[in-house]
């Protein structure tokens, strides 16, 4: 079974330079989640899709951050404008279904760094 | 707010010692309790803990819930290095129509040979 795909691994970008991150979840996983851990932390989660709808997205920087899910499966997530803060890992998860006891499965992530 | 405290933050043993990982935990309509391993940057699955009390096993690695206590132990015997990572605790709890994970900021483990 593949896991969940993100791409790019890495990426440097300038402050006040967009940048966008993609995932595929796993075939047939209907929730799509996008967590940002930075350096000594654990992961947070920005927003949650469940197919091509938001569930949550009370902790997603809306000035800042979007994301979307358009066909139910693969998204996106952009950051305009960056922000040295926004510096962290990003990482992308899904479940087959939204919880209660569905374990997420993640994949490799995306370490931004802005400079 | 749900709060998910880990310790301690860091660990250093020697190959062949037994570890024992902490996390104490305070969240409204707690569901489960997730354990995960981060080499590198993906985490992965060790246990899903839902009833205090019921060990869970895998090889090396066991873990225990307390739901009185708000408290889970990860524990792993018989270190190797490749248990070198970071461990992290995470809760799901239930609220306004979704199920939310709350992570701690995990501990980071080192086996030396």
């Known amino acids: 079974e593949a896991g969940v795909a993100q791409s790019p691994r890495y990426k440097i970008i300038e402050k006040r330079q967009s940048v966008a991150f993609w995932c595929n979840p796993i075939?047939?996983?209907?929730?799509l989640y996008w967590y940002q851990q930075i350096l000594g932390q654990g992961p947070k989660l920005l927003i949650q899709?469940?197919?091509?709808?938001?569930?949550?997205d009370s902790q997603l920087p809306k000035d800042r951050f979007s994301a979307e899910r358009l066909k139910g499966v693969d998204s996106t997530l952009k950051i305009q404008p960056a922000k040295l803060e926004d510096s962290a890992v990003y990482l992308c998860?899904?479940?087959?279904?939204?919880?209660?006891?569905?374990?997420?499965?993640f994949g490799s992530g995306t370490q931004l760094s802005v400079l | 707010e749900d709060k998910v405290v880990q310790s301690p933050l860091s660990l250093v043993v020697h190959e062949g010692d037994t570890v024992t990982l902490n996390c104490s935990y305070e969240?409204?309509?707690?569901?489960?309790l997730l354990w995960y391993k981060q080499e590198k940057k993906a985490p992965t699955f060790l246990f899903m803990l839902?009833?205090?009390?019921i060990e869970k096993k895998s090889g090396r690695l066991s873990s225990i819930l307390d739901k009185k206590e708000l408290f889970s132990i990860l524990n792993i015997t018989a270190t190797q290095t490749g248990d070198s990572a970071i461990y992290l605790c995470?809760?799901?709890?239930?609220?306004?129509?979704?199920?939310?994970?709350?992570f701690g900021k995990g501990t980071k483990l080192s086996v030396i040979p």
């Open positions: 839902t009833s205090s009390g």
């Open positions: 075939s047939g996983h209907a929730t």
């Open positions: 969240v409204t309509n707690f569901r489960s």
């Open positions: 899709f469940q197919n091509n709808g938001v569930v949550d």
């Open positions: 998860a899904s479940s087959f279904v939204q919880g209660p006891n569905e374990k997420l499965f």
């Open positions: 995470a809760v799901e709890a239930s609220g306004a129509g979704s199920y939310q994970l709350t």
